[in-house]
C-alpha cells in the first residue's frame, strides 16, 4: 500500500483578529504618559540645576495626573491596564522627582542624611501608591468612604513636600537651620502618606453644577489659572499652608461619618424587635397514670 510522502495540504486558517481598542480608553492613558513625561523631565531640570521649571513640571504633572482620572470615567474608559499605569506614573512623579529636586536643591548639603530622607519620601510615596490599590477593591468600605484617602495622597504629597523651594523662591533666605529642617519637614510628610489620617479626596465634588453657578465656576477656574502663572510662587505656598491647615478637619468630618454609621447600625447584643405573636396550640404534659391508694393498716391492739 502506498502512502503519500507529504501530508496533504490543509486550509489555509485565517489568522485571528483581536478586537478592536476603544479610542476613548486610549485618551486618559496618554493622558498619564503626558503627564509622565513631565515627571521625567522635572529630574533632567533638577539634575541641571533649573530647579523652577522643574517644579513647574511636577505642578502640571499633578494637574494632569487630577484630570485623567475624570476623563476616564465621563468617556466609561476605565481599565486595569490604566489603573496601573497611573500608579506607576505617579510614583515617578510625585515620589522619585520631587525627591531628587529637594536632594539637588539642599538635601545634599546634609550628605548621607540628606539622600537617607529624600529616599525615604520616594519609599513612602510607593507605599502609599500599595495601598490604595490594594484598599480600592475592598467589599467592606462603607460608601461614604470614599470621600477620603487614607493618608496624603501622593500629588499632595509632592506638592506640599516642596514647600520649602516655594518659600525660597519667594526671596527668604537660607539660614543656618535650614536643611535640618527641611529633612524633618520632608521625613514629617513621608509619615503622612504612609499613615491611617482621613484626607478629604474631593473626588465627588463637582459632578453637578447649579445652572446658576456655571458662569462663576468658570470665571474661578480661570482666575486661579492666572494667578498660578503670574504669582507661581505666592500662590503654590499659600495654597500649601491652607491644604496643611485642612488636614484636621478632614479628621473630625471622618469621625463624624463614623459616629453616624454607628449610631445607625443595631447595637450588638441589642433585644430584637419582637414579632406579632402567633397562636399557639396548648401544649399538654402527659399525665402518670395514678395509682392505687395503699391498704390501711390495722389498728395495733394494746
Known amino acids: 500500500m502506498d502512502s503519500a510522502p507529504f501530508e496533504p495540504t ?47 513640571a511636577i505642578v502640571f504633572a499633578a494637574t494632569l495626573d487630577g484630570i485623567d482620572g ?6 466609561k474608559g476605565t481599565s486595569r491596564f490604566g489603573a496601573e499605569l497611573d500608579s506607576l506614573a505617579d ?17 545634599h548639603g546634609l550628605g548621607h542624611a540628606g539622600w537617607i530622607a529624600a529616599m525615604v519620601f520616594a519609599i513612602c510615596t510607593g507605599l502609599r501608591l ?11 468600605r462603607p460608601a461614604w468612604a470614599a470621600n477620603f484617602f487614607v493618608g496624603m495622597p501622593a500629588p499632595g504629597g ?4 516642596l514647600l520649602p523651594i516655594y518659600v525660597t523662591f519667594l526671596g527668604v533666605p537660607h539660614v543656618a537651620f535650614a536643611e535640618p529642617v527641611v529633612l524633618l519637614y520632608t521625613l ?9 489620617l482621613p484626607v478629604f479626596s474631593g473626588k465627588r465634588v463637582g459632578k453637578r453644577v447649579a445652572p446658576e453657578l ?37 479628621f473630625m468630618s471622618y469621625r463624624n461619618y463614623q ?28 399525665q402518670r397514670p395514678t395509682e392505687p391508694p395503699a391498704p390501711e393498716r390495722p389498728a395495733r391492739l394494746n
Do not use: H
Not at 500599595?130 to 467592606?140: K, L, S, W
Not at 424587635?273 to 402567633?278: D, H, K, N, Y
Open 10 to 56: 490543509r486550509p489555509p486558517q485565517k489568522r485571528r483578529r483581536f478586537r478592536q481598542i476603544p479610542v476613548r480608553t486610549l485618551v486618559p492613558n496618554l493622558i498619564t504618559l503626558i503627564a509622565l513625561c513631565f515627571g521625567l523631565t522635572a529630574i533632567r531640570l533638577a539634575i541641571e540645576m533649573k530647579l523652577e521649571w522643574a517644579v513647574a
Open 259 to 286: 459616629r453616624r454609621e454607628v449610631v445607625a447600625s443595631p447595637q450588638p447584643g441589642a433585644a430584637p424587635a419582637e414579632a406579632t405573636p402567633r397562636s399557639v396550640a396548648p401544649t399538654t404534659t402527659p
Open 158 to 161: 509632592a506638592i506640599t513636600v
Open 70 to 75: 475624570r476623563v476616564a470615567r465621563m468617556l
Open 130 to 140: 500599595a495601598r490604595f490599590n490594594v484598599m480600592i477593591d475592598d467589599p467592606n
Open 91 to 107: 510614583f515617578v512623579n510625585f515620589g522619585v522627582a520631587p525627591a531628587l529636586i529637594l536632594y539637588f536643591w539642599g538635601l
Open 188 to 196: 514629617a510628610i513621608a509619615f503622612l502618606m504612609v499613615s491611617r
Open 214 to 250: 456655571v458662569l462663576p465656576l468658570f470665571v474661578v477656574v480661570v482666575l486661579f489659572f492666572a494667578l498660578l502663572i503670574a504669582y507661581p510662587w505666592p500662590v503654590l505656598a499659600t495654597g500649601t499652608i491652607i491644604y496643611l491647615a485642612s488636614l484636621p478637619f478632614g
